[in-house]
């Protein structure tokens, strides 16, 4: 296996993802409660007339909160098994099987700017980003030459994300805290591989909500930007260094493979292990929340 491959590989080999995930809890609700609680608080309780498209939807996890609000949903995501799964789960939907980036600009080629009246990403949108700043070859992961154009790149991107929106639309992503203890070990690790381009891991979250207000500075519409404090939850230590080796290590091998790694991810999930044999890891989310409507008018008393 190439190491494109092997990295993509827990999403492309099926049952992987959801059998190693761990469940995510913020103030005892789940990641997609949080979803579901922000669609309805924009839109309502769930009305089935909505336009809707989500990138990265993997199995469909979060689309399950998605879909009773939608009267048209699109799901892509660039992996064969996730959307063979998908396409099983919601044979209505239309499925597109592509990076994010070709598939927003499929859509915009087909005429499909202004139409979506939520736009989800959940926990998919820092591949993408990233892609502009590093490459994945046979021979490992190569940092592009330019950073600069990488990220103008990266910033026309997310423009072109929200071009998608319909007036009043809402763009929702989901996006990992690269700053709790838990992640900052995942950066340590990988960081024995490559160093990350420009800040670290957080570049690619905070490409985005640069994007976001530069889009809300100029009047295309507002950017709410929360971090929520949360706990994800492991029935055991087996599952806590499963879901460190399979999901954040995507079962690389020098890392995997090497004691060194492995007594450090033993270490911290001690640290974290209950006496019942539970393991509970401080976690966070960011939510960025886009809505597409005149700014900063909205603003005023109605
Ligand atoms: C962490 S999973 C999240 C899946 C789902 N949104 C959820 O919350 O369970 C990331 C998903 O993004 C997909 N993905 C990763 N990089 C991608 C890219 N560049 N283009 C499209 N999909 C990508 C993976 O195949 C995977 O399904």
Redesign the pocket.
């Given at each position: 296996m190439t190491d494109v491959e092997q990295f993509r590989s827990v999403?492309e080999t099926g049952g992987v993802?959801d059998r190693c995930l761990l469940p995510h809890y913020y103030d005892g609700r789940e990641d997609l409660d949080l979803v579901r609680e922000l669609v309805t608080a924009h839109h309502g309780e769930p009305a089935g007339n909505l336009t809707v498209v989500e990138?990265?939807?993997?199995?469909g996890?979060?689309t399950a909160r998605l879909a009773p609000y939608a009267r048209h949903l699109i799901l892509?995501?660039?992996?064969t098994t996730?959307i063979d799964t998908v396409r099983v789960q919601y044979p209505l939907a239309r499925t597109i099987r592509a990076?994010?980036r070709d598939a927003v600009a499929q859509l915009l080629g087909e005429g499909r700017a202004g139409s979506f009246d939520l736009v989800g990403a959940?926990?998919?949108l820092s591949?993408?980003l990233g892609?502009f700043f590093e490459t994945m070859t046979a021979d490992g992961i190569q940092p592009v030459s330019d950073v600069a154009a990488a990220r103008r790149q990266a910033i026309a991107f997310v423009r072109d994300i929200t071009r998608l929106l319909a007036p009043g639309g809402h763009l929702l992503a989901l996006f990992f805290d690269s700053d709790t203890p838990e992640q900052r070990l995942v950066t340590r690790l990988w960081e024995r591989i490559a160093p990350f381009p420009e800040e670290g891991r957080s570049y690619t979250r905070n490409l985005l909500l640069t994007a976001l207000r530069q889009l809300e500075d100029s009047g295309h519409g507002a950017l709410t930007h929360t971090r929520r404090s949360g706990t994800a939850w492991a029935p055991n230590a087996e599952a806590a260094i499963a879901w460190f080796n399979v999901v954040h290590l995507k079962s690389f091998p020098a890392l995997v493979n090497d004691a060194g790694v492995q007594h450090e991810i033993r270490d911290f999930i001690d640290h974290y292990e209950q006496p019942s044999g539970e393991v509970t890891l401080p976690s966070g989310v960011h939510v960025a929340d886009f809505h597409a409507i005149p700014h900063p008018s909205h603003h005023l008393p109605r």
């Open positions: 999403y993802y990138f990265g939807c993997g199995t996890r979060v892509a995501d660039y992996s996730m990076d994010t959940f926990w998919s591949y993408p892609e």
